[in-house]
C-alpha cells in the first residue's frame, strides 16, 4: 500500500482526487493522510467524499470508514466496473473536480460509464462546465480518451443543484501526448451564461469580454438554475491543435464588466505567452501523460505550485519521473517518458 501524505505542497483536494484516480487505474491500494490539513476546514468536504464514494462503487473498493472531515483514506481497488451510476454532492460542490477523480480511471474500465452528477457546475477554485468540455476533453481525446459530457442544468453556489451527464468508453490504453506548438490561431469562442439575473448581465459580461478580444465570438445565454450566478468562459483554438482557456465567475458586489474584462485578460495573457497549453490545463493533463505508453511533452504557459505537488504524488506511483524545465520568461516544459 502507497501512503501518500496529503499536506505535501500546497495540500489541497487535487492530491487526494488523482491519488484515488492513479489507485484505481493501476490496482495499487494507497492510503492517504492529513487530507486537506493546512485548509481552513481541512479534511474531506462534501465534493471530496462524494469522489470517493463514486470511485469505491464503480471500482468495487474497499474503503475505510469515511464521513465529511476524515483527514485520512484507505482505498483498496478491485476492478472498474463501468456501468450507469447516479452521485448527488449535495451542495454546491465541484462537479467537474469530482470527474477529475474518476475520468482518468474510467478510462480502463471493464465497460461503457454513464454517470449523472449532481452539484455545482460553476463554483470558485474549479475549471467551469465549458473548460472541461472546450479545453480539457479535445487534448485527452487526443491520446485516445473516448469520452463526453453533457450540461443538463446549472449549478451555482450555494444551492448547487446542477446536472451533468458524462459517458466515457473503456480506452484499453492511452497515447503519448505532445503539445508543445500550438500553430496559428484560428477562433476564440466562448460562453457568457448568467441564472436569476436581468437579462443584460450575460450581454454586459460578453461586451466586456470582447472590448479585451474583439474577434471572440461569445454565446449569451440566461439559464434557470436553484440559486442566481453567472459566468464568463473564453478559449482559443489553434491550428496545431492547442485550445488555451480562462474564466471568471461573478459574485455579489462585482459588476457584469469586471467578469467579462476577467475572464478575457486572463486567456489574452496566456495568448501572449506562445505556450501550447495554459497554467491550469497542464495541472490536470499530468496523470493523463503519467497513464499513457510513451513519451508526452507539453509546454505551458507555467506551472503552479498545484501542479508540481500533483507532480510529486504522481511520482509515488510510477517508475518514471517528470521532466520539468522553466524558462525565466515563465514557460515550462514537462515531459514523462519510458
Known amino acids: 500500500m502507497i501512503e501518500i501524505d496529503g499536506s505535501h505542497g500546497e495540500g489541497g483536494g487535487a492530491i487526494l482526487r488523482n491519488a484515488l484516480a492513479?489507485?484505481?487505474a493501476f490496482e495499487?491500494?494507497?492510503?492517504?493522510f492529513n487530507i486537506r490539513k493546512g485548509r481552513r476546514e481541512p479534511g474531506l468536504k462534501l465534493q471530496h467524499l462524494t469522489?470517493?464514494?463514486a470511485l469505491q462503487e464503480i471500482a468495487g473498493a474497499e474503503v475505510s470508514s469515511v464521513e465529511k472531515g476524515s483527514q485520512e483514506v484507505s482505498f483498496e481497488p478491485g476492478k472498474i466496473?463501468?456501468?450507469?451510476?447516479?452521485?448527488?454532492?449535495?451542495?454546491?460542490?465541484?462537479i467537474t473536480l469530482v470527474l477529475q477523480a474518476l475520468m482518468p480511471a474510467l478510462a480502463f474500465a471493464e465497460k461503457e460509464t454513464e454517470l449523472e452528477l449532481v452539484g455545482g457546475t460553476h463554483v470558485n477554485w474549479s475549471p467551469p462546465f465549458e473548460y472541461l468540455k472546450e479545453v480539457l476533453l479535445p487534448q485527452i481525446r487526443k491520446m485516445g480518451y473516448r469520452g463526453d459530457v453533457e450540461l443538463v442544468r446549472n449549478g451555482w453556489y450555494p444551492k448547487g443543484g446542477g446536472i451533468v451527464r458524462a459517458r466515457v468508453e473503456p480506452a484499453g490504453k492511452l497515447k503519448p501526448l505532445k503539445l508543445v506548438e500550438r500553430g496559428e490561431l484560428l477562433r476564440v469562442r466562448g460562453i457568457s451564461v448568467a441564472s436569476n439575473l436581468p437579462e443584460h448581465i450575460a450581454k454586459r459580461q460578453a461586451d466586456a469580454a470582447r472590448a479585451v478580444l474583439p474577434q471572440a465570438e461569445i454565446e449569451v445565454k440566461a439559464v434557470p438554475a436553484a440559486s442566481p450566478g453567472s459566468a464568463a468562459v473564453l478559449w482559443a483554438q489553434y491550428s496545431g491543435g492547442a485550445v488555451l482557456g480562462a474564466s471568471a465567475l461573478g459574485e455579489i458586489g462585482k459588476k457584469a464588466e469586471q467578469v467579462g474584462k476577467e475572464a478575457a485578460e486572463?486567456?489574452?495573457?496566456?495568448?501572449?505567452?506562445?505556450?501550447?497549453?495554459?497554467?491550469?490545463?497542464?495541472?490536470?493533463?499530468?496523470?493523463?501523460?503519467?497513464l499513457a505508453e510513451g513519451r508526452s511533452e507539453i509546454l505551458a504557459s507555467g506551472l503552479s505550485g498545484h501542479a508540481k505537488a500533483n507532480a510529486w504524488l504522481i511520482e509515488q506511483f510510477i517508475k518514471r519521473r517528470f521532466e520539468i524545465r522553466e524558462s525565466e520568461g515563465k514557460n515550462a516544459s514537462v515531459a514523462i517518458g519510458e
Open 28 to 32: 495499487i491500494p494507497v492510503r492517504i
Open 22 to 24: 492513479l489507485s484505481a
Open 51 to 53: 469522489a470517493v464514494k
Open 81 to 94: 466496473a463501468g456501468g450507469k451510476h447516479r452521485f448527488d454532492i449535495g451542495s454546491a460542490g465541484s
Open 266 to 290: 486572463k486567456l489574452k495573457a496566456e495568448m501572449e505567452s506562445g505556450a501550447a497549453v495554459d497554467e491550469h490545463l497542464a495541472d490536470q493533463l499530468l496523470v493523463y501523460m503519467a
